[in-house]
């Protein structure tokens, strides 16, 4: 195992073991710590947002081929509104998400903001206007 070493960085890790007690309340504990590989912990992060990244674009590929297929009214009124709808609200969420996890952790602001900014055009541009395409086609004005 990796036990005693640093992972990938081959840093050692420290280890911390103690105990606490009082005798006074009667009271015990048992403490174990382990240092983290932040350079294996970076590399796994960024390899994240590249596969989220990667993904949200091939979901904007696929939902621009959709609109396509379904720009004409009867094809776009026989699509769920409340599916694509909660699909956009998943999507503002995570891009929420990966922007607040960018704020924490600065040396991977860049990666999680890029990350954030692709899922929060897929939601507002893309999503939203086909939002808009599937009510247009089931109540027209």
């Known amino acids: 195992g990796e036990e005693g070493r640093g992972g990938r960085s081959g840093r050692p890790r420290v280890e911390m073991v103690g105990d606490m007690f009082s005798t006074n309340c009667d009271w015990h504990a048992h403490i174990n710590t382990t240092s983290l590989d932040f350079d294996t912990y970076y590399a796994k992060a960024l390899h994240y947002t590249l596969m989220v990244t990667t993904a949200c674009f091939v979901q904007v ?3 621009v081929k959709q ?34 996890a960018g704020m924490f952790s600065e040396p991977l602001f860049n990666a999680f903001a890029t990350t954030s900014f692709f899922q929060l055009v897929l939601f507002a541009v893309f999503e939203m206007r086909y939002m808009i395409l599937i009510w247009r086609a089931r109540w027209p004005a």
Request: proline residues 0%.
């Open 61 to 63: 590929c696929l939902l």
């Open 67 to 100: 609109m396509e297929y379904s720009a004409g009214r009867g094809a776009a009124g026989k699509v769920s509104l409340m599916t694509v709808g909660a699909q956009a609200l998943l999507d503002a969420y995570m891009s929420l998400g990966h922007m607040t």
